[in-house]
């Protein structure tokens, strides 16, 4: 069965520490991951999708078929990033999405 | 670009009665619409696929006779709760389709009393 896993729940750094936001899927076939944002009483937002290969924000993700896992990263966290992160699955050409459980990041000043 | 919105934001009702939620696509057309649920602390439920001008796709254990979805137009979709009850209290998303992602809705909080 396709499933997303995030096994922190929160993630707690100081302002200009690394961050890395875990993220495991599990799906046989060829998956499209992504990266969705949450800032506070926001709307869920696309931060990121592995085809992309981009840089948003600061933030990178790769995905390791190896490791089933893209994770997300940022080497110097600021206060305005931290949100709720939910990593997403796309398994077929439906674009339906499963998500993880979430992690919530705390950036402290 | 690209804005979603659900109307309402939130709503209280009787144990028993109906409740619908429109969600739009603002600015574009969207032949496919999806409808979450998300319980406190927890993450995004899939409940089904809404397509424009057929019949909705739900998962595996959302009973299609509860969660009623019309997605008549291309810029419009439903989600009718019928007979609600507490359990069915809950904060349901949707996400329309475009440019190949998902963009979505600021969610409608129901509570059922």
């Known amino acids: 069965a396709q499933r997303v896993t995030q096994p922190e729940k929160l993630l707690s750094v100081f302002k200009g520490a690394p961050v890395e936001l875990k993220c495991n899927y599990s799906?046989?076939?060829?998956?499209?991951l992504f990266w969705y944002v949450q800032y506070s009483r926001q709307r869920l937002q696309l931060l990121l999708r592995?085809?992309s290969r981009e840089s948003i924000k600061g933030f990178t993700a790769d995905l390791n078929k190896g490791e089933t896992s893209f994770h997300l990263k940022k080497p110097f966290a600021q206060e305005e990033d931290s949100a709720m992160y939910y990593c997403?699955?796309?398994?077929?050409?439906?674009?339906?999405?499963?998500f993880g459980s979430g992690t919530r990041l705390l950036v402290r000043p | 670009g690209a804005v979603v919105s659900q109307h309402p934001s939130r709503v209280i009702c009787k144990s028993g009665t109906s409740v619908k939620i429109e969600c739009r696509s603002l600015?574009?057309?969207?032949?496919?619409m999806f409808w979450y649920r998300q319980f406190p602390k927890q993450s995004l439920m899939l409940m089904a696929t809404?397509?424009?001008?057929?019949?909705?796709?739900?998962e595996q254990g959302v009973e299609k006779d509860k969660f009623l979805i019309n997605h008549a137009s291309l810029t419009l979709s439903t989600l009718t709760v019928t007979s609600a009850h507490p359990e069915d209290s809950s904060f349901y998303i949707c996400?329309?389709?475009?440019?190949?992602?998902?963009?979505f809705g600021p969610g409608t909080r129901l509570t059922v009393t």
């Open positions: 996400s329309a389709l475009g440019h190949h992602q998902q963009y």
């Open positions: 799906y046989s076939g060829s998956p499209e």
């Open positions: 592995h085809i």
């Open positions: 997403a699955l796309s398994v077929d050409s439906s674009y339906k999405l499963i």
């Open positions: 600015d574009f057309q969207a032949t496919t």
């Open positions: 809404s397509n424009e001008g057929s019949k909705a796709t739900y």
